[in-house]
């Protein structure tokens, strides 16, 4: 999250890798790992939009809601923060 925010638009090339590896990660068997992930996502949105990804952000948001079901609180409560960010970066409309 830190070298995403750091480089800005530097990091538009790497967004769909690293935006890839993040959804292969919510798709782990550790719960820990879930919850790193969703809290990645709400950590680098705004780069995200600084890069012109809405497209990539609305799909992340789309991850983010069908991961609602999570059973773990404390990874339900980093969905919900990653959802929030996504949210507040590129609006409910364009959900």
């Known amino acids: 999250g830190t070298v ?5 638009e530097r990091m538009k090339p790497y967004l769909p890798q690293v935006c890839g590896t993040i959804k292969y990660r ?3 068997k550790s ?10 996502i709400g950590r680098i949105a705004n780069v995200l939009k600084i890069c012109n990804e809405d497209q990539l952000l ?6 983010l809601f069908e991961y609602l079901g999570e059973e773990y609180p404390e ?6 923060g990653g959802l929030k960010a996504v ?3 590129i609006g409910m409309t364009k959900m």
């Not at 719960?31 to 990645?40: E, I």
């Not at 609305?58 to 991850?63: D, P």
């Open 87 to 89: 949210v507040n970066v």
């Open 4 to 8: 995403v925010n750091a480089l800005g």
């Open 26 to 28: 919510l798709n782990n």
């Open 58 to 63: 609305g799909h992340l948001g789309v991850v």
């Open 75 to 80: 990874v339900l409560g980093s969905i919900l």
């Open 31 to 40: 719960s820990k790992v879930r919850m790193q992930s969703a809290d990645l």
